[in-house]
T-cell receptor
Framework: NAGVMQNPRHLVRRRGQEARLRCSPM?????VYWYRQLPEEGLKFMVY????????ESGMPKERFSAEFPKEGPSILRIQQVVRGDSAAYFC?????????????FGDGTRLSIL | AQKITQTQPGMFVQEKEAVTLDCTYD???????LFWYKQPSSGEMIFLIY????DQQNATEGRYSLNFQKARKSANLVISASQLGDSAMYFC???WGTGRRALTFGSGTRLQVQP
């Protein structure tokens, strides 16, 4: 049973370009969460999605960031016109449902570097 | 406001000894879940153990156990018989209530196991 798959593992972009981060949840999981981790810090919640719906985007910056989880295919976190401050590790997690006692299983993350 | 605190930035332990990593939290919600994750130097996030606020017994998973003291609002992780492979960052995380699904993470504790 494959775990949460994120790609790419590393992504380098120049300022002003777009970054697209992909996440395929574990088989049978329909809830996806995106987190951002700055160096030497804990993870910070960004957005929570179910298939075709954004449930909670309270942690996502209002500008330049968007997320989707289409009916078919992976969840995508999109960052437009990237800036140096977007450099971070971005983690995706999934769970089978929204129950509070279900752990979220994480992917290996995408390390985004902005030149 | 909900908050989770890890006061130990770094800890050292001798191989084969036990170590306790501290975690305190603050919430007025009676329903919540507490999670511990391990992040080795390779960067992935590994789920270790879960404790629900209504659970009567402390959670255990192999060498990991959770010392849950509800009145003190603490959920310390105990690792018994430390191994060199336990060297990593450890994050305490919390999810509270029935509406919010996102995890809130502490700042982490870096554990180094010495031979």
């Amino acid at each position: 049973n494959a775990g949460v798959m994120q790609n790419p593992r590393h992504l380098v972009r120049r300022r002003g370009q777009e970054a697209r981060l992909r996440c395929s949840p574990m088989k049978g999981h329909s809830h996806v969460y995106w987190y951002r981790q700055l160096p030497e810090e804990g993870l910070k919640f960004m957005v929570y999605l179910q298939k075709e719906n954004i449930i909670d985007e309270s942690g996502m910056p209002k500008e330049r960031f968007s997320a989707e989880f289409p009916k078919e295919g992976p969840s995508i976190l999109r960052i437009q016109q990237v800036v140096r401050g977007d450099s971070a590790a971005y983690f995706c997690a999934s769970s089978p449902d929204g129950n509070s006692n279900q752990p979220q299983h994480f992917g290996d993350g995408t390390r985004l570097s902005i030149l | 406001a909900q908050k989770i605190t890890q006061t130990q930035p770094g800890m050292f332990v001798q191989e084969k000894e036990a170590v306790t990593l501290d975690c305190t939290y603050d919430t007025s919600d009676p329903s919540y879940g507490l999670f511990w994750y391990k992040q080795p130097s390779s960067g992935e996030m590994i789920f270790l153990i879960y404790q629900g606020s209504y659970d009567q017994q402390n959670a255990t998973e192999g060498r990991y156990s959770l010392n849950f003291q509800k009145a003190r609002k603490s959920a310390n992780l105990v690792i018994s018989a430390s191994q060199l492979g336990d060297s990593a960052m450890y994050f305490c995380a919390m999810r509270w209530g029935t509406g919010r699904r996102a995890l809130t993470f502490g700042s982490g504790t870096r554990l180094q196991v010495q031979p």
